[in-house]
């Protein structure tokens, strides 16, 4: 029997974001009522929003989280390429310098859509105010968690933007709330323990501007990007294109400063990466918006799939439970996979008690892949602190190798893109036909 069926009549989510939304979408097939809690103003338009600080970076929305996105709201791709969005294929389309070395370009059959992350939340919304029994509640900050019988979670406590408070109860409650989620401290306050947290620090910064027409020079590639080349080069930045004509640029650092934080410093930074097809792109085109900074300190996880004792029906999803390094583009889709584990979930568990289980257990297993292809990476700059995967320097040595690979053999760069595009485990780069590739490559370090 599925838990539709025994009890779920009301499911809460705390936080209208990515996570919240594609959550809502799989509940609203299980329960007869879905109220997502969302502490911003609604948006009349397509528009960054205060509770998303990162809304204005570029958002990349990888090929496994754009099949799940299209498999909740069937149709949406092509509504949102009518819209403006770009198909790219993510090789042809792309001009990729990896640790210093460019890939190699060819037709890979692996599109993406690009737009920009509040065009793309823009028309899950639209999608979700069709659903009947989805209820978006704005201005509506969750304070705390109800407990029932000192074991179930039976509601929230909200705040509305007026200051007043009051409770809401629900069979089941989502923490969509991101970066800014309170679950540790209201788990301490009902008595339970905090989970453990696991931090790497990194000390990226982005910062961004939006260009109108680019340079000549870039009319045959749709987006640019130049990963830094550690630990020599901590600096890198990418162009992509924007609904409306328009390019976002990105510059990024890892523990780099200062931050360009005008057009001059924001030009000589450019000018200063390895590679210098960004800056020459940009060099006299004529920005369309102000600089907008993002820093991101640390990559964190926490361990809810490790604790003993958990209320049941309280489920953590999206960056509440993970923030991973966003320059592997990962967060969208990561939360895309989790919401499939949550429909999957809520077809088959008899009990609340191990949809909870099941469910931070299962997510926690997605989340080591990104979580190891994002580590094995950023602790190639020598200030990263934190715990280290195991077999790190092999692992390093090997995808470097990789990388160099995709510079000029097809079969290695296809992988290697399922690979980050989390379409295929990290281990298929170990089989004979990529190890062959790699081992035989004229570009490779020993
Ligand atoms: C600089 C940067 C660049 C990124 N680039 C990419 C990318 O290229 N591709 C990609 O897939 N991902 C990227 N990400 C990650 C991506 O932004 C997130 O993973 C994704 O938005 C999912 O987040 P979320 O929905 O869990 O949380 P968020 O998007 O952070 O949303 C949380 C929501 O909860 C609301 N909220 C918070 N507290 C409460 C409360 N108490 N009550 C009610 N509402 C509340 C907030 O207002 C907000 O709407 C990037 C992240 C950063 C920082």
């Known amino acids: 029997m599925s838990l539709n069926r025994m009890e779920g009549k009301r499911a809460i989510v705390i936080g209208g974001s990515i996570a919240g939304k594609l959550s809502a979408r ?53 509504e949102m390429v009518k819209e403006g969005s770009t198909v790219s294929d993510f090789s042809s389309d792309l001009v990729w310098f990896h640790h210093g070395c460019r890939k190699i370009s060819f037709d890979s059959g692996l599109s993406i859509i690009q737009q920009s992350r509040s065009f793309l939340e823009w028309h899950i919304q639209k999608r979700l105010e069709i659903i009947p029994n989805i209820d978006f509640r704005y201005g509506c900050t969750v304070k705390k968690l109800l407990l029932k019988d000192n074991k179930e979670i039976s509601g929230i406590t909200l705040e509305k933007h007026d200051g007043r408070q009051m409770n809401l109860s629900g069979d089941l409650v989502v923490d969509a709330s991101g970066a800014a989620s309170l679950t540790p401290k209201w788990l301490e306050e009902l008595g339970f323990k905090k989970p453990k947290k696991t ?97 991101f300190p640390a990559l964190r996880r926490f361990h809810y799939d490790k604790l003993k004792q958990f209320p049941a029906g309280l489920l953590v999803i999206g960056d509440s439970f993970c923030r991973i390094d966003p320059v592997f583009a990962q967060g969208m889709s990561i939360a895309a996979m989790e919401a499939e584990v949550l429909r999957k979930l809520l077809k088959s568990s008899k009990t609340k008690e191990k949809l909870t289980k099941d469910f931070h257990r299962k997510i926690s297993k997605i989340i080591d892949i990104p979580w190891l292809i994002a580590l094995t990476e950023d602790f190639r700059f020598r200030h990263a602190t934190g715990e280290k995967p195991i077999g790190l320097s092999f692992l390093q040595r090997y995808v470097k190798n990789v990388v160099l690979a995709c510079s000029h053999n097809q079969t290695v760069y296809s992988q290697f893109m399922k690979v980050l595009h989390l379409k295929a485990h990290p281990v298929s780069l170990f089989n004979p036909a990529i190890l062959a590739g790699v081992l035989s490559s004229k570009n490779k370090i020993e």
């Open 199 to 295: 931090e790497v620090k990194v000390d990226l910064f982005y910062a961004s501007m939006i260009f109108g027409k680019l340079a000549d020079a870039t009319a045959n590639w749709h987006s640019l990007l130049v990963y830094p080349n550690p630990p020599k080069q901590s600096r890198g930045g990418t162009i992509s294109p924007l609904e409306g004509n328009r390019h976002l640029v990105t510059l990024l650092g890892y523990g780099v400063e200062p931050l360009p934080n005008d057009h001059l410093s924001f030009l000589q930074y450019a000018k200063n990466l390895d590679q210098p097809d960004l800056y020459e792109a940009i060099k006299t085109a004529v920005p369309e918006s102000g600089i907008e900074i993002y820093r």
């Open 26 to 78: 799989v509940l609203s097939d299980f329960f007869e009522e879905v109220i997502v809690l969302e502490k911003d103003q609604k948006n009349d338009s397509i528009a960054i929003r205060k509770g998303v600080p990162q809304g204005s970076q570029g958002h990349v929305l990888l090929k496994s989280g754009e099949e799940l996105l299209e498999e909740l709201f069937p149709g949406i791709i092509a």
